[in-house]
């Protein structure tokens, strides 16, 4: 088998990730896109890993929340991610091009990106990653509903049903559940903790060669 050579960016944010795991912070990034009206729009989202071989780094996502409808579209597909590592000092800043990965939405991209065999083996994955607490949400009202304290109530007293002593619920991917893959083309990284600081640029079309830059 073929070792995959990574590009140094990736090898560095791996690094970064291992030396701030003790954080459990560092799996939370702030990702940015753009509203249908033009505005900036930014939220906090948890990183799931990197897609198998590749760049790509893995969120999930309700499929009823409003950055689906930001990302819909080829020419919306964008995004930003910044990513801040407190114990090492370092920033990210990864931008490209979102997939979104679902039982329930067609994506020209995505599916111009991944098969349907593909997306169907990394839907059941991120799927099954999930607690059952982290999935109890993609079966509720949706996201900026009006809170129902009743519907919350009854749905906690719900008893999943077991057939063969296998919860259905583990099984069966929620028409709501999304999973959004980053596919970065450049990286942004700074290191405020060396010295001198460090910045380096890293994009696509160069072959993702490093380029030294000031801070």
Not at 29 to 43: I, L
Not at 58 to 82: M, P
Not at 171 to 186: A, H, K, M
């Amino acid at each position: 088998m073929t070792e995959i050579e990574y590009p140094i960016w990736h090898q560095r944010l791996a690094r970064s990730l291992h030396v701030n795991r003790s954080h459990v912070h560092s799996k939370y990034y702030q990702v940015a896109s753009v509203s249908p009206s033009g505005r900036p729009k930014n939220r906090t989202m948890v990183f799931r890993g990197f897609l198998s071989g590749t760049q790509s780094l893995l969120s999930v996502t309700d499929l009823r929340s409003e950055k689906i409808v930001e990302w819909q579209g080829d020419d919306k597909s964008q995004f930003e991610i910044c990513w801040y590592f407190s114990d090492s000092r370092e920033q990210y800043r990864l931008a490209g091009k979102v997939a979104l990965i679902s039982n329930s939405l067609y994506s020209s991209y995505g599916n111009s990106v991944f098969g349907e065999q593909t997306k169907q083996k990394l839907l059941k994955q991120q799927w099954s990653n999930l607690s059952e607490n982290a999935r109890e949400p993609f079966y509720s009202n949706s996201p900026k509903a009006p809170f129902d304290e009743n519907s919350m109530s009854s749905m906690s007293n719900d008893e999943p049903v077991i057939q063969n002593n296998i919860v259905d619920i583990e099984l069966e991917v929620s028409d709501n559940f999304c999973v959004v893959v980053f596919i970065p083309d450049t990286v942004d990284y700074l290191n405020l903790k060396s010295k001198p600081q460090q910045r380096c640029l890293y994009d696509i079309q160069d072959g993702w060669k490093e380029l030294f830059v000031n801070p």
